[in-house]
């Protein structure tokens, strides 16, 4: 059973930084994309960050060049270094794992509070 477990989100005053953890396991995570998405109250989930196996990253615009994702693929995590954080930034966010030929999957999500 492939299993997603997130951490790290909490209250942050703007300006300040966090950093979320997921922990993948069930499943050969090497040839997966995984990555980061969020969702704030009253809104569709939206993208926010991927890192593919082969090192490739892509970052939504609104959190390109503060936000920061890295992967350990011996320890099947992900990781996400969100700084400069905004009030906007405020949202569950949500680990994400594609493989081809197996689906998708999500975690439960955490949620981020960036204090107006």
């Known amino acids: 059973q492939v299993q997603l477990v997130e951490s790290g989100g909490g209250l942050v005053q703007p300006g300040g930084s966090l950093r979320l953890s997921c922990a993948a396991s069930?499943?050969?995570?090497?040839?997966?994309?995984m990555g980061w998405y969020r969702q704030a109250p009253g809104k569709q989930r939206e993208f926010v960050a991927t890192?593919?196996?082969?090192?490739?990253?892509d970052y939504a615009d609104s959190v390109r060049g503060r936000f920061t994702i890295s992967r350990d693929n011996a320890k099947n995590t992900v990781s996400l270094q969100m700084s400069s954080l905004k009030p906007e930034d405020t949202a569950v966010y949500y680990c994400?794992?594609?493989?081809?030929?197996?689906?998708?999957?999500w975690g439960q999500g955490t949620q981020v509070t960036v204090l107006l």
């Open positions: 994400r794992v594609y493989k081809i030929g197996t689906g998708t999957y």
């Open positions: 890192h593919t196996s082969g090192g490739t990253t």
């Open positions: 069930g499943l050969d995570f090497s040839s997966a994309v």
